[in-house]
């Protein structure tokens, strides 16, 4: 399990089977924000899995090209 953290405010967001649908749920928590804040709003956000250890920011990266690219 991958969770996906606010950073910014300590919160947990969300919980999820795998990276890249953590990711999804980065990408459209933040499109959220963005619209209901204004597009100069941000938060970080971070992944752990769910023994709180961080996931690597390799892995990351990676899911998302791998997502960007399956778009085309």
Known sequence: MIK???TFNGVLISTHRNLENAV???RKHISAIKRRHGQGSYLTYGFRYADGKPVDQDDVTQAKMDLDNARW
Do not use: E, S
Request: net charge neutral.
């Open 24 to 26: 999804k749920a980065q």
């Open 4 to 6: 996906l953290v606010d």
